[in-house]
């Protein structure tokens, strides 16, 4: 008993269902980035709506009243950056649904599709079928996600044959927690690029599996297109593949068979979301504010003057170098409260430590230099895709604005094994205690940061 219970899966589940119960219950109502808009966005799925509603011009969402009224209490303390009444969440528990009485709610509308809230959707499809109260319906989803994100790296701790603690504390990270313990896409998102991860490094190092079939591609081909039609942005990290010997297939014409069909499968796919969502809805006043209608100037320019547009994404990436690099870690509310820089610190320095340290019985395994240079080159292109996504969205400064942490944290999981080295490494006994600690002290830090945005 004692023994299962240690085991890496087992300390991962519950130390996040653990912490991500605390900061499901902690964490104020409507205070993660988008959750509004996800939750609202979930509603319409309910309602037939698959993407938006217009209104005097206007994008939105036909909604319960007693919807907009929890939203518009907790957006007033938003806009004003202040402290939140523990005993107004008390009141606004008791808040009745009344599904019938709606009216129109005015606000972006994501480009997400079913599949990007599976299956939170659904279950806010019964909540709304057995009328459950508004602020009890969005406990409910975000336990939901939570339950999503926790299955998807358990099941990836569980079955990668190596590199276990990096997966651990890398899925223990608190923006991971916090946000798949909200009403949103990344704990889907961020569960499965972990899971891809994982079952890369299973098909390419555990010996128990020496020759590739048609249902190890497949199973691996149907985990990258859901991220891809999450968020196409991650289509580079698709190099992973090249972590896996050729010879493990029945010819090399076979491997890179298999490659360009799921690359090719992922890609008609991308083709086919952005299809649908290229074109522009209708925004309202305060979006407008921040968001460019017309994105075929920017891209004629990106094309026609690519070298001007790569100085800008570096002067944004060194302008926001520090945002940035806190934020990959921990970040809680709309207004991005992270924790001290000195944790960050500890955090990347345990991260990097994760990858050198194995385990008792862990054969050493060896990723080749090229390799390493693929892994690179994803994370790289990946995140110029990522920054260009965002440069086409929001209204720039003398920088690009609106670029997040949180966006670049599954690459950093990737970027981790381009350190990973077969000639250095250890087995001390007090790594894993320390690796662990690290977790905690982080989480711990992270809800000190949630607690004091109540009054």
Same mark, same amino acid.
């Given at each position: 008993?004692?023994?299962?219970?240690?085991?890496i899966e087992n300390i991962f589940f519950i130390t996040c269902l653990l912490w991500g119960i605390i900061f499901l219950f902690v964490n104020p109502p409507f205070q993660t980035p988008d959750e509004p808009e996800h939750f609202?966005?979930?509603?319409?799925?309910?309602?037939?709506?698959?993407?938006?509603?217009?209104?005097?011009?206007v994008s939105g969402q036909n909604l319960p009243e007693s919807f907009t009224n929890l939203y518009n209490f907790?957006?007033?303390?938003?806009?004003?950056?202040?402290?939140?009444?523990?005993?107004? =969440? *008390?009141?606004?528990k008791k808040l009745p649904l009344e599904k019938d009485k709606t009216v129109f709610l005015s606000f972006n509308p994501s480009s997400y599709t079913p599949l990007s809230y599976f299956p939170s959707f659904i279950v806010l499809w019964f909540l709304k079928l057995f009328c459950v109260k508004p602020l009890a319906m969005l406990y409910i989803l975000r336990f939901c996600s939570l339950l999503v994100y926790l299955a998807l790296c358990y099941g990836a701790i569980k079955i990668v044959p190596c590199f276990k603690w990096t997966f651990l504390l890398f899925s223990l990270l608190p923006v991971n927690i916090y946000q798949a313990a909200s009403v949103s896409v990344d704990?889907? =998102? *961020?569960g499965l690029i972990i899971l891809f991860l994982a079952y890369t490094l299973k098909l390419a190092f555990d010996d128990s599996i020496k020759h590739i079939n048609v249902k190890n591609i497949l199973l691996w081909s149907i985990i990258f297109a859901y991220i891809c039609i999450?968020?196409?942005?991650?289509?580079?990290?698709?190099?992973a593949y090249f972590l896996i010997p050729y010879k493990k297939f029945e010819s090399q014409k076979a491997y890179f068979k298999y490659f360009w069909?799921?690359?090719?499968?992922?890609?008609?796919?991308?083709?086919?979301?952005?299809s649908a969502v290229m074109s522009t809805p209708v925004l309202n006043q305060h979006t407008k504010t921040f968001l460019i209608n017309d994105k075929a100037d920017l891209i004629k320019q990106i094309i026609t003057a690519p070298v001007d547009y790569l100085k800008k994404v570096l002067i944004s990436t060194y302008i926001l170098r520090g945002f940035i690099y806190r934020n990959i870690i921990s970040s809680v509310s709309v207004f991005f409260k992270m924790i001290p820089v000195f944790a960050v610190n500890i955090a990347y320095i345990a991260l990097l430590l994760s990858?050198?340290?194995?385990?008792?019985?862990?054969?050493?395994?060896?990723?080749s230099l090229k390799q390493k240079g693929l892994i690179a080159a994803g994370i790289i292109i990946s995140y110029l895709i990522i920054v260009t996504s965002v440069y086409l969205i929001f209204k720039s400064k003398t920088y690009i604005v609106g670029i997040q942490g949180r966006y670049l944290t599954p690459l950093l999981l990737f970027a981790l094994f381009v350190f990973a080295s077969d000639k250095f490494c250890f087995k001390s006994k007090i790594v894993p205690v320390f690796l662990f600690l690290v977790s905690q002290f982080l989480l711990l830090c992270t809800f000190v940061n949630i607690i004091n945005m109540y009054a």
């Open positions: 008993m004692e023994k299962t219970l240690f085991k609202f966005k979930m509603w319409g799925y309910t309602q037939g709506t698959l993407r938006h509603q217009i209104k005097d011009g907790y957006d007033y303390y938003r806009r004003i950056d202040t402290k939140i009444p523990l005993e107004a =969440t *008390f009141q606004a704990g889907l =998102t *961020f999450l968020k196409y942005a991650y289509f580079p990290l698709i190099v069909l799921s690359a090719c499968a992922s890609l008609v796919l991308i083709f086919i979301f952005l990858v050198f340290y194995k385990t008792v019985n862990e054969k050493i395994q060896k990723i």
